[in-house]
């Protein structure tokens, strides 16, 4: 892919190239470490914020991320500045996952279960994976936190808030709505997944 963008913008106007930063979840008690990453949008040119996508993606391989879980909507790359991102990721060999999310809002429950599915999948592989929104802080926190739960039935979900805040900051899980989500997570996983089960056996 050879632009982001119908403007070409100079390298002048992009911020000095610093890797993206990624904070890796603790999931070493799991047999996982390392292998679940949380970052913003690569390549983001937006506001105060101009960073180079290709170069991100770069950092990303020299990462050895292979998965990328996507929860911007595709009208949020667009203004964004980064409206062929996935392409591009397809483009370096990267697994794209996108699952989107409108900003502030939780994800479906059925939904969650299919990204936390695909995580589970690729670091069962010995895979890296990378989840981003927009901030890498409110939908991309409560995929982080209830992998988690999901992972440890003995964590309580603020635990699980707090570890992801400890790790993002402390404006990580940004909403009211996203909040009572991750506090219900485990019930709403055990009835959609009653309810799927049911299904099936009556069909």
């Known amino acids: 892919m050879a632009t982001f963008d119908d403007e070409d913008i100079s390298g002048d106007c ?13 999931l070493s008690s799991f047999g996982y470490p390392d292998s679940v990453g949380l970052s913003s949008l690569p390549g983001c040119r937006f506001k105060d914020t101009w960073r180079d996508a290709v170069r991100d993606i770069e950092y990303l391989k020299l990462e050895d991320v292979s998965d990328v879980f996507v929860l911007c909507t595709r009208g949020e790359l667009s203004l964004y500045r980064v409206p062929t991102l996935l392409a591009e990721y397809e483009s370096h060999g990267m697994t794209v996952h996108h699952h989107p999310v409108p900003d502030g809002l939780p994800p479906a429950i059925g939904q969650l279960l299919d990204i936390l599915r695909e995580i589970g999948e690729a670091i069962q592989q010995g895979k890296r994976a990378l989840v981003h929104c927009f901030g890498g802080l409110g939908r991309t926190g409560v995929v982080a936190a209830c992998l988690l739960l999901n992972l440890d039935d003995k964590m309580t979900p603020e635990h699980a808030v707090r570890k992801v805040q400890e790790l993002r900051g402390t404006r990580a899980i940004q909403t009211v709505k996203q909040y009572n989500f991750i506090h219900d997570f485990r019930s709403a996983r055990d009835e959609f997944l009653k309810a799927a089960a049911t299904s099936v056996a009556s069909a």
């Open 14 to 26: 992009l911020q000095p190239i610093t890797p993206i930063k990624i904070d890796w979840l603790d």
